[in-house]
């Protein structure tokens, strides 16, 4: 069965492959009560889940910690388990899981939708979802890649889980009562659970919820109402953090402070945000007929402390997230992620489109704002004009950030465009929803067109395939848990597809906790093996980490783009050229895949002359 079907717009995700093969790993430990004793876990599935060590990447070192958190890898594992009992293996299990997992997320950020449009028009939900569906796809290109049929990405999960809080807060907002309160402080934890990249987005929740603080509760029985009930929401909110810290700490330690994946930061944020909800409550108490100007600029200084605070604490005690002085790993690996570049630099159609989309949403809440004669509904759209602009300008100077803003674009359009949908004929209504979807799938299908064929450093090529059979010949060749010098962006897919057949370990893949590892596969592939220092450092690597195969795809971007020096034994493999020390071995299948087996080092002089 062809297990590698067209995700989104690149046959291969590195992300896909890594996560669906250490998820792998937890379950078969889980079922065989396997625990790693160098790095032991506590026990049970969840245990099992939450484990950080993953043993096939770091080759020579034992393997490299993972930094991804436990919501999206149970909703992965839960999805597995009810092929299992039909005769499958663990492998073909999740290989059948993932072509559903991603549209799984989709249907929970449909769902986070309803539940925000019920909110803020309950009669007119139905036609706010079917716009915000057919805006969704052209506006938030790449977050709609994490959703195909064949990705295994947690950002579809962690979009729907940020718009979901907002969603609840607005509920709790709107009829404080002790459940909405619980669900609110629930959704919040689970967002800045599942992911770093919701933060900004749940300041925005945040920014919602002291705004209600201030302008709700003017009445005594609601004022008393919200005040109980936040109390139900921080503490339910705290209670639930510590509980998913207890069970899903960062790999360093309980109380470690890191930033790029859930850890003792967060749990700080949460309690500064219900410390800054209760300034507000107390400034209402005190000057209860404020005017809707000084709110206003009360909630503009209240964030202001937020981030000041939130933003110096993180930089000055948060472990950084990456380590980017290093300028190997800056020049080989980080500078080529183009979902982590400003929209200037990465020039994509679909991007550009995305915040486009969200200048209009812009100025659709500009104009409903100054059309609006009431007091509240002013100030709610000039709250969301604010809340527009800021993730508009998130989404200049980050792609992956700017594509969960145009999904939230998406949202405001939809909002806009609920009213005169609701009121037309329903046939009118089908027919406005058509044209509307079909027009905007049109948009969507031409940018993942050229995307398709755009240049990208980020991903190989549809050239760059491998498939169970090449595993089992390179586990063939070099034998199980060989330790491989891999191209970094095919090093997932290469573990993923050898597992079968026993799996290999690669140097490093395309992710940031392992430093040593990119640092040490950027050096082998960038030094030059002509010159002695260069063969001296390439063959100390390999001896070090004990390395007997190198495995390589000539049609990789890596190659192709030039992003590796000419001189690099990644140009000489493809020029059919390798060093004296490297031997091909020839694949049954013709591919642009390349296996060498490492031979003992060779005299320089002859390295020389087979390189001229």
Known sequence: MNLLPRTGNTYHDSDTWMRLAFIEQCLTDYFTGYTDPTHPHTGGFIGHLTQYWYRHEGAGYGGMPIHWTLPYDLLVALTALPFLPHGLTIHQALAQAHFIVGPLSFLIMVWACWV????????????????????????????????????????????????????????????????????????????????????????????????????????????HRLNINLIVLFASAVSFAVLALLIDPPFEGLMFPRTDRYSCVHIALLLLC???????????????????????????????????????????????????????????????????????????????????????????CLRLTWRKRRRPQVWALALMTLILGTTTILGLLHVRLGSYAGGLGAIVCALALRRPLAQRH??????????????????????????????????????????????????????????????????????????????????????????QGIHDLGLLWTSDDTQPQGHKIIRNIIDKRHLTGVVLCIAANHVSNDVLPPTSIAHMIAAGH???????????????????????????????????
């Open 274 to 364: 219900g410390l800054a909800a209760c300034g507000c409550r107390w400034f209402v108490h005190i000057a209860p007929n404020t005017a809707s100007k000084t709110k206003f600029l009360v909630l503009c200084i209240v964030t202001a402390i937020f981030c000041l605070i939130g933003g110096s604490g993180i930089t000055l005690l948060a472990a950084p997230p990456v380590n980017t002085a290093d300028p190997v790993f800056r020049s080989y690996f980080f500078n080529h992620i183009i979902e982590n570049r400003s929209l200037f630099k990465s020039r994509l159609p679909s991007d550009i489109a995305l915040v486009c989309v969200q200048f209009v949403a812009v100025l659709i």
């Open 116 to 223: 925000l449009t019920t909110v803020v028009t309950p009669r007119h939900a139905r036609p706010g979802v079917l716009v915000w569906v057919s805006l969704f796809m052209p506006t938030a290109a790449v977050l709609t890649a994490y959703i195909l049929p064949g990705r295994v990405s947690h950002h579809g999960l962690s979009f729907a889980l940020a718009v979901l809080s907002l969603a609840c807060t607005l509920r709790f907002l709107r009829t404080p009562a002790p459940s909405r309160a619980f669900f609110a402080g629930i959704t919040l934890v689970l967002a800045m659970w599942s992911s770093i990249e919701t933060l900004p987005f749940e300041l925005l929740t945040f920014f919602v919820l002291w705004a209600g603080c201030l302008w709700r509760g003017q009445s005594a029985i609601i004022a």
């Open 578 to 612: 390798p060093p004296a020390w490297l031997e091909p071995v020839p694949l049954k299948e013709n591919t642009n895949i390349r296996i060498l087996r490492i031979l003992p080092d060779q005299e320089l002089s002859a390295v020389q002359t087979q390189a001229h």
């Open 426 to 515: 329903p046939q009118a209504d089908g027919d406005l929803f058509m044209a509307f979807f079909t027009l905007f799938l049109g948009i969507f299908l031409l940018a993942q067109a050229y995307m398709t064929k755009a240049p990208s450093t980020q991903h190989n090529t549809d050239t760059c395939m491998l498939d169970e059979k090449t595993g089992a010949q390179i586990v063939q060749t070099f034998g199980a848990n060989a330790n491989i010098m891999n191209e970094i962006w095919l090093g997932p897919l290469l573990i993923w597809t050898t597992l079968p057949a026993g799996g290999v370990n690669i140097v490093a893949g395309p992710y940031h906790p392992n430093t």
